[in-house]
């Protein structure tokens, strides 16, 4: 069975400090890793793909990389308008075609 | 552009009734999957159409249906209520021919039943 797991579940910085979120994959197949954006209230927000391992994706201050086992999403220097929900989502040859989703980090960032 | 749009956006049902979703995809978007959003699973895949054709179904039982129209709108119905189902409902169209390209998302419709 497809499984995405990410970690922290939740995460508070304060504006400026850089850090990263986890994405732990375990899929038949991969053949797209993505990450999402959502705010409250709101649907998910496409933010990148990757495809093979080694891959790196940027936009404005967060960069996604993608290894054979994990994906991680970068933030770098942010801001409390990056405050939101990021989800992670894994596109596997194996089954369905619809993308298996984590549960995805709540990020806060105060000013 | 128009984005996705998903009526009604708010709903309240009590057990054993039904309900429909609409979903109305991005102009020239021609594939449409649903999922479901509660705080305890997730993101979970529900159905994916693309020209009229339910392309693939996720684990979910019988009573969740779909169906997809000639202009790609799409509708989703869930009948005989059960209060797990109680969630948002997220409608997202992608130009791919299988809908796991880039999803662009609705702002859901948010379902409570009583």
């Known amino acids: 069975e497809d499984q995405v797991t990410q970690s922290p579940e939740a995460l508070r910085l304060q504006e400026g400090e850089s850090s990263s979120l986890n994405c732990s994959y375990t899929?038949?197949?991969?053949?797209?890793l993505f990450w999402y954006r959502q705010d409250p209230g709101k649907g998910p927000e496409f933010l990148f793909t990757?495809?093979?391992a080694g891959e790196e994706k940027e936009k404005e201050r967060l960069k996604a990389t993608l290894t054979k086992k994990e994906s991680f999403l970068h933030i770098t220097a942010p801001k409390p308008e990056d405050s939101a929900t990021y989800l992670c989502?894994?596109?596997?040859?194996?089954?369905?075609?619809?993308?298996?989703f984590g549960k995805g980090t709540h990020l806060i960032i105060q000013p | 552009k128009a984005g996705v749009t998903q009526t009604p956006r708010y709903l309240i049902k009590t057990r054993g009734q039904q309900v429909t979703l609409s979903c109305s995809p991005i102009?020239?978007?021609?594939?449409v999957s649903w999922y479901q959003q509660t705080p305890g699973q997730g993101l979970q895949f529900l159905f994916e159409?693309?020209?009229?054709?339910?392309?693939n179904k996720g684990n979910f039982p019988g009573r969740f249906s779909g169906r997809q129209f000639s202009n790609s709108r799409s509708e989703m119905n869930v009948s005989t209520l059960e209060l797990g189902d109680s969630a948002l409902y997220l409608c997202?169209?992608?130009?791919?021919?299988?809908?796991?390209?880039?999803?662009?998302f609705g702002e859901g419709s948010r379902l409570t039943v009583l």
């Open positions: 102009s020239g978007h021609r594939s």
């Open positions: 989502a894994a596109h596997s040859g194996g089954g369905a075609d619809g993308l298996t």
């Open positions: 997202a169209s992608s130009l791919a021919v299988r809908g796991t390209g880039e999803l662009f």
């Open positions: 899929v038949s197949g991969l053949r797209g």
């Open positions: 990757l495809y093979s």
């Open positions: 159409y693309f020209s009229e054709t339910q392309r």
